[in-house]
């Protein structure tokens, strides 16, 4: 199903009661579906079909007006400026920036969560007991989502809508959807730039939905200080697209759904995964995954998990590696967008345009070597 929906206007599970800053709202797609909202290095006139419209409203407003509504926690002006960032046009880029960089000091404050699974396995229903009970303590809750798909399924907000209700309605909450549309790689800078906006208007738990299929939960991965892997009791590895790869990154397990008829399969699944855990070689001082039981629907183990981050996050700063973690992350962004500004400056690049099809045909029948290639259309690339 697709949402046609265009800005400013309330998705129609928005609670009529709420006031004006609700600020879950679908983001419209992306015309240019090549286009994954990172810049490009030499724009040409007609390549872009710049979403204008999500800005519109907002264009009037100076970066001052923006860093001084975010840094105040107002969440009109916190929506608004993550439509700018999330925006495809060049024109918005500037201003984005220039909005995010005049706040990035007060950001960095919060503790960073990433939660993942695959579909089915309760993230949203968690996220909506875990997050109202964080805000009923007083937190103040960021939910965002890194969902590649939601431009085709409707994504995450299809669960946003009958999961997330209570949490929505929280005044120390806010939730905004996944943006929608282009690679990956665009959408996880979105996320990432609209994580330090919301940790600059004061958020202090940020947590961020992914589907554990593909690669976003490793870039999700890469944005949090403690990544959450959420698996279901008895369905098989198979079922659960379950590869090592994904246990070895988790901070914390969580055997979902531990209720009812459930209880005894989740206990095993519990005793069994906390083999596979311990057997693991956890390069993290002072640290090793826990295995914990949690029940959305029941509300059991909900502040065990809140009380097993606290312990991982306290031993990340005893060892040091907490703030190191984030450095690193830091760098590695950089890093992540020089590859893909460059691989797209490279793509765009005329002259290489113009005689990649020739070569490409060459190289397909077997009669150009690739190193001859690579060479012709980096003199090109170099002009
Ligand atoms: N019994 C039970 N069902 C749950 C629990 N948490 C979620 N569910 C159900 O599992 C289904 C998928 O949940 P959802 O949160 O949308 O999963 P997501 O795709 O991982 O976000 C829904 O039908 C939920 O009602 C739980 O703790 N216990
Ligand atoms: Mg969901």
Redesign the pocket.
Same mark, same amino acid.
């Given at each position: 199903m697709f949402f046609s929906m265009s800005r400013g206007e309330r998705p129609d599970w928005v609670p009529d009661t709420d006031h004006e800053a609700f600020t879950t709202y679908v983001m419209p797609g992306i015309p240019d579906p090549h286009h994954d909202g990172l810049p490009r290095p030499a724009p040409s006139a007609g390549v872009f079909a710049p979403s204008s419209a999500a800005v519109s409203a907002a264009k009037k407003l100076a970066a001052r007006d923006y860093i001084d509504g975010i840094l105040a926690g107002n969440r009109m002006m916190l929506a608004r400026a993550i439509t700018l960032i999330e925006s495809n046009s060049e024109r918005h880029l500037d201003l984005a920036q220039e909005v995010l960089a005049g706040v990035m000091h007060r950001a960095g404050n919060s503790v960073r969560l990433g939660i993942t %699974?695959?579909?089915?396995?309760?993230?949203?229903?968690?996220?909506?007991?875990f997050g109202t009970w964080l805000c009923d303590e007083n937190n103040k809750v960021a939910v965002l989502a890194v969902d590649p798909t939601s431009s085709i399924s409707g994504g995450?907000i299809l669960?946003d809508k009958?999961?997330m209700e209570q949490l929505s309605r929280h005044p120390n909450s806010f939730i905004r959807p996944s943006p929608s549309g282009g690679t990956l790689g665009g959408v996880a800078r979105k996320s990432r730039e609209t994580m330090l906006l919301c940790e600059a208007a004061g958020y202090d738990i940020i947590l961020i939905?992914t589907?554990g299929v593909g690669q976003s939960e490793t870039l999700v991965h890469s944005m949090v200080d403690c990544f959450i892997v959420?698996m279901l009791a008895g369905a098989g590895d198979e079922l659960q697209g379950i590869k090592k790869g994904i246990i070895e990154l988790a901070d914390l397990l969580l055997i979902?759904?531990?209720? %009812?008829d459930?209880i005894t399969r989740a206990q095993r699944a519990k005793a069994e995964l906390s083999q596979v855990v311990r057997m693991l070689n956890c390069p993290t001082e002072g640290w090793k995954p826990q295995v914990l039981l949690?029940?959305?629907?029941?509300n059991?183990g909900i502040t065990d998990v809140w009380a097993a981050v606290g312990d991982y996050m306290k031993a990340g700063q005893k060892h040091g590696w907490l703030a190191d973690k984030r450095r690193r992350q830091n760098v590695d962004w950089l890093k992540a967008l020089v590859e893909e500004a460059l691989k797209q400056s490279f793509q765009h690049h005329p002259a290489v345009g113009k005689i990649l099809p020739a070569i490409s045909a060459q190289v397909k029948e077997g009669r150009l070597p690739q190193m001859l290639a690579l060479k012709q259309l980096m003199e090109a690339y170099r002009g």
């Open positions: %699974g695959v579909p089915g396995v309760g993230k949203s229903t968690f996220i909506e007991s995450s669960g009958t999961r939905e589907v959420l979902t759904k531990a209720d %009812g459930n949690t029940s959305s629907a029941a059991k």
